[in-house]
């Protein structure tokens, strides 16, 4: 099924023109539990890899047998899944007791090389936002599950851009990793249901006189909000008068709003997508830049807790509005790095020039 963000509340483009400077494209992949295949874009799905070609592995020295065991992640969740709506069986609560961090694999030398996990695979044609270096036509991305590498101690990100056309055999089985640091650093397998959506500009990195317009525009809304106008505010919004715009949002299990909000409606999409603008919600913003070229580098993919959270329910799909709370929605994939969010940058002058990553 696919999916369909909400109309924004209101056209900020024609409250404030001047944000046509800072708009850009992006594409929501709105991953859902599923079973892809080799052929199709995913998450943690099977890769389009070449039975002939060395699959990624980590072989930075550090502890790869402490952790947790992979089928235990996924069993977990399973059983978690199958449960929901009942009291655990006896046989289900033996099981998910028996699932604990240890050694699970002694033998495994610290500077032996580690099968990385299948993470994510975008075929452009089905991502517009999507743009390969030299008639690339699918990327790949993996990460070794255990957050030890560089100085930041996070995971390991690797990139791998590949013509699929070129793909004869598939490599079968694929390589996986025994054990991972955290069960939050593995992705559940989704299909995924890409959408293209407009972004604007993080607030932050407006220009000040901007700003201080959009704040004021901001309080204004809020103010008839709570004085309950009679909406002529939002004639250019989906929703013919504030009092719908409200309604919906309580439908969606949102809290009463003040009115729409540039930071939480307006400007940056939630959830996993390719491309668009980086939002600094936890952080002042931080320049990315290129250590090679020092070209300041956009957000390649994101990677989210959230499909959407509290403070942006307004971005939840029409079709997923009846479903508001279900994990499976709002946390399909179950991965949790830094505080919630982390982003893979590249370069946009040479692709092959390192990529960096950014948290939230």
């Given amino acids: 099924m696919s999916r369909t963000t909400p109309q924004r509340p209101l056209d900020v483009e024609a409250a404030f023109p001047a944000l046509a400077d800072h708009r850009r ?28 070609e060395p699959w990624p592995v980590c072989t930075t020295a550090h502890p790869k047998g402490t952790g947790h065991l992979l089928s235990d992640v996924r069993l977990r969740r399973r059983i978690v899944e199958d449960a929901r709506g009942r009291d655990h069986t006896e046989e289900e609560r033996r099981l998910l007791d028996g699932m604990t961090r240890g050694a699970h694999a002694p033998d495994l030398r610290d500077d032996a090389p580690l099968p990385m996990l299948a993470v994510a695979q975008l075929f452009a044609e089905d991502v517009p936002d999507l743009v390969g270096p030299g008639g690339h036509d699918l990327l790949q991305v993996f990460w070794c ?15 791998r851009w590949r013509r699929s056309a070129e793909v004869a055999a598939v490599l079968s089985p694929q390589p996986e990793p025994t054990v991972v640091g955290r069960p939050e650093c593995v992705p559940t397998t989704c299909a995924v249901h890409p959408e293209q959506v407009l972004e604007h500009e ?20 809020a103010e008839d909000a709570r004085e309950d106008t009679d909406g002529s505010s939002f004639s250019s919004a989906s929703h013919a008068t504030y009092e719908e715009y409200e309604a919906a949002m309580a439908a969606a299990g949102a809290e009463e709003p003040d009115g729409p909000d540039y930071m939480s409606d307006l400007s940056i999409a ?6 668009g603008f980086a939002s600094w919600h936890l952080t002042e913003p931080a320049p990315v830049d290129c250590p090679v070229c ?25 079709e997923d509005q009846d479903a508001h709370s279900d994990p499976r929605v709002i946390d399909p994939v179950g991965v ?21 990553l950014s948290f939230q």
Avoid: N
């Fill in 270 to 275: 939630p959830g996993w997508k390719v491309r």
């Fill in 202 to 221: 993080y607030f932050g990195l407006l220009d000040e006189e901007l700003q201080e317009e959009v704040s004021a525009w901001e309080e204004e809304l």
């Fill in 25 to 52: 494209t992006a594409t929501r992949l709105h991953p859902r539990h599923g079973t892809p295949t080799v052929r199709e874009s995913s998450v943690a799905g099977p890769m389009l890899w070449p039975a002939d």
């Fill in 145 to 159: 599950p255990f957050e030890v590498h560089g100085a930041g101690r996070t995971i390991d990100v690797v990139l």
């Fill in 336 to 356: 949790y790095l830094g505080r919630g969010l982390m982003r893979v940058h590249t370069c946009p002058v040479d692709p092959a020039h390192p990529h960096r």
């Fill in 294 to 318: 020092g070209a300041a580098m956009p957000p390649l993919l994101t990677v989210d807790k959230w499909e959407c959270d509290g403070a942006s329910r307004s971005w939840l799909p029409h």
